[in-house]
């Protein structure tokens, strides 16, 4: 098991550092570097790779599909090969089916024989920060676009974008807040592809070709920066109610179509380290809903089941329902206590809303070469939206 792993910058600085089992000595990080740094050995300039100790290991899947299995299998342990640091490396060959990457995770057709299909998911995680009012500070949208093949011999797929899709800051300033159900304008930072993916005509009509490996892998990550509307807006306000008392509001808005459902929500906030108790008003009729102060961390949570873009409609506009929760908070004074508003907070929500994306990336087609007139195997396109960072300040 691996002990410390760390990441260094060329003078030294840590730029990521993890200490798993506390079992190694302190500065062990700035030991490594000046080791590093200042080699001295008669029969080499540089550093090796790999020096001191320690158990080399591989991440090569070809490797460890001998491993991974979907189901047990008896296997002779006397015919095994030796597990060493050494035998990881070698391509021996293989002598258990590993069925991990392959096996599809829809019943296989009748007779048993393999279900031909595809699966490609476009996963969004949101980080949005709102001020107390509701209004949008900062924004981040992170992709991917997931495929998983279980498509026997490998055949070319054609994966087709929105036609208007851009890279780079370069696209116009100006936001259409069309459903992100539909296609439309795409403006991202940046993205990156898989090695299997070929550009060749990604810049004329931003389709990308490839011959997928088995198993799951991305054929794409971005990262959006461009103003996009969100699919919730919070707003929180924390208020002295009397000399040991205060009132907190919550209202989570839901601005999608009435056709989505989001799932799984939470929200939480954190308050003062003297807050002692707290009672919970929910709307009349609230159903799905409930609400807890945990102690030992001293934060109120308040879970909806799902929620549905309600809409009411009058005779002169369109208003969104929202969701309210009403908070009191019951403290002990401290002659330390600080400011209340400063010791709580901020808010954290937390959901996943399927078949929804905020940048509203397409999928326009997914082609498969056939193989024959008969060739017809299965196509899957799914999105997904999940916060990653959902905050309101109060």
Sequence with gaps: MISQFFVLSQRGDHIVFRDYRGEVPKGSAEIFFRKVKFWNDDEAEEAPPVFDFGYPQTTSTEVLKSYIFNEPIMVDAGRLPPLGPAAMFMQGTKRM???????????TEPGGKKREEIFVDIIERISVTFSSSGYILTSEIDGTIQMKSYLSGNPEIRLALNEDLSIGRTGSSTFDYRSSSGGGTVVLDDCNFHESVHLDSFDIDRTLSLIPPDGEFPVMNYRMTQEFKPPFRVTALIE?????????????????????????????????????RASFELEAGAVGQTTDFKEGSRRLEWNLKKAIAFTVLTYFFISQLQRILLCNIFYVLLWNAGNLTKEAGPVNMNFTIPMYNASKLQVRYLQIAKKSKTYNPYRWVRYVTQANSYVARL
């Design 240 to 276: 002295e109610a009397g000399p040991s008392r205060a009132e907190v509001l919550l209202k989570i808005r839901a601005d999608f179509s009435a056709n989505v459902t989001a799932n799984t929500i939470t929200v939480q906030m954190p308050v003062p380290s003297y807050t002692m």
């Design 97 to 107: 089916p590993g069925t991990a990457v392959t096996k599809s995770v829809v019943a």
